[in-house]
């Protein structure tokens, strides 16, 4: 099974600060990674898919970047409708994982 | 509009069944592979069982395995879960969600979920 590691657990960031997630894979995924934002009683909604390319109606401040098996989403500049979980999720190999979750708060 | 609506959710024993649903529409059902997650309160998500398009290959999370059977109806646009053998621990929110292609790829759309609770 591929490990999911998402790092921190909790960030706390300004408003128009930036905000950057880190994401593990316990071996290659290639591109095979995913973003997801999840607000308390909502579902999960596709931010980022194939490492880095944003999904319909995303906005431009969210964005990702992938270096071998270590993935970042970066939010440039920090919305109050940004805090939320943000989970990574791996589909290259069964089982699909997800990483434990990392929470941001706005400071 | 593509949209996933569950169902079945509930309060069982332990040791007791439930059969979730999922109802798809706004897509062609039959093409896309589709899966359950689940997410324990307060915990993270947690892929629970997928299945082809065809509904002839499955796929389930060890924790699961032998005790949850994933099936669906492509005729109704359907997906099912059947859960057997229920633990506390099964307790959570399940969503249905689909994959991106055919032939797999992230989540683009997700149901607003079904919550089972297992408890005497």
């Known amino acids: 099974e591929i490990v999911m590691t998402q790092s921190p657990a909790t960030v706390s960031v300004s408003p128009g600060e930036r905000a950057t997630l880190t994401c593990r894979a316990s071996?290659?995924?290639?591109?095979?990674l995913a973003w997801y934002q999840q607000k308390p009683g909502q579902a999960p909604r596709l931010l980022i898919s194939g490492a880095s390319t944003r999904a319909t109606g995303i906005p431009a401040r969210f964005s990702g970047s992938a270096s071998g098996t270590e993935f970042t989403l970066t939010i440039s500049s920090l919305q109050s409708e940004d805090s939320a979980v943000y989970y990574c999720?791996?589909?290259?190999?069964?089982?699909?994982?997800f990483g434990g979750g990392t929470k941001v708060e706005i400071k | 509009e593509v949209q996933l609506l569950e169902s079945g959710g509930g309060l069982v024993q332990p040791g007791g069944s439930l059969r979730l649903s999922c109802a798809a529409s706004g897509f062609t059902f039959s093409n896309y592979h589709m899966s359950w997650v689940r997410q324990a309160p307060g915990k993270g998500l947690e892929w629970v069982s997928a299945?082809?398009?065809?509904?002839?290959?499955?796929y389930y999370a060890d924790s699961v395995k032998g005790r949850f059977t994933i099936s669906r109806d492509n005729s109704k646009n359907t997906l099912n879960l059947q859960l057997d053998s229920l633990r506390a621990e099964d307790t959570a929110v399940y969503y249905c969600a689909k994959r991106a292609f055919p032939n797999g790829g992230h989540f683009d759309t997700w149901g607003q979920g079904t919550l089972v609770t297992v408890s005497s």
């Open positions: 071996q290659s995924v290639y591109s095979n």
């Open positions: 999720q791996q589909y290259n190999k069964w089982p699909l994982t």
């Open positions: 299945i082809n398009g065809a509904g002839v290959t499955t």
